[in-house]
């Protein structure tokens, strides 16, 4: 029975997708050498390992509405689930490799989007959790099935870099808000009482706003 083991050895930007997307190099590994394996149908769990990096002065800042005030982080800090996705590995004897896409939101109620996006610079820990499936030629010609084992994982440190090249090239100079549609539409009726001309206009004038407030 095959016991595969798996190597994430790059990432990059996937060009002109549907949505943004990584795309991961994943090195699948048979220690039989001279088994054939007729495919791999392959799951994996992506997690964002918090713990395994430091957090300067600004990017604990920009992640207080995530994990709380910095004093707090020892009990709030804990490993995030970002995605689960799905591959299949081509037939192979020793070591093959595969593209894993995975599909990015730029949506900020998303945990994981809010943490891509207050760390500003270095390195973001991942640990992937696989599962799956394996078929293979069990010495006679024969198919056999098996489980990839439970223990399986691998771990990779995503460039903070390339996450935000990649936002840059599908959203160049944007962010994406989702609201509500009772307090979109409170917005729109503010943006059209006024005569404002943008989102952008309508939303500088109530912050303006606030901050005067706050000052009185």
């Keep these: 029975m095959p016991d595969l083991g798996f190597r994430v050895e790059s990432v990059s930007p996937v060009p002109f997708a549907a949505v943004p997307s990584l795309s991961f190099s994943l090195a699948v590994t048979n220690p039989s050498a001279d088994q054939q394996v007729f495919s791999v149908a392959l799951r994996c769990q992506i997690q964002i390992e ?13 992640l207080l509405d995530l994990f709380g005030a910095p004093d707090r982080w020892s009990q709030t800090l804990r490993n995030m689930l970002w995605t689960n996705v799905t591959a299949t590995v081509p037939p192979f004897t020793g070591t093959a490799t595969v593209e ?11 945990a994981a989007t809010k943490y891509f996006h207050g760390v500003e610079e270095g390195d973001i820990p991942l ?3 696989f599962s799956g499936t394996v078929f293979y030629d069990g010495g006679d010609g024969a ?3 098996a ?14 870099a390339t996450w935000r090249s990649l936002m840059e090239m599908y959203y160049p100079n944007v962010a994406w808000l989702c609201l509500r549609k009772d307090v979109f539409e409170r917005l729109y009726q503010y943006k059209m009482r006024h005569g404002i001309p943008t989102w952008e206009a309508a939303l500088e004038r109530i912050l303006d706003n606030c901050e005067e407030l706050a000052k009185t």
């Design 100 to 110: 894993v896409q995975v599909p990015c939101t730029f949506d900020f109620n998303v």
């Design 143 to 145: 198919p056999q099935v």
């Design 50 to 62: 918090v713990t395994r990096r430091a957090y300067s002065g600004p990017d604990q800042e920009r």
């Design 147 to 160: 489980p990839i084992s439970w223990n399986r994982e691998a771990r990779f440190r995503l460039p903070v």
């Design 127 to 129: 640990c992937f959790l």
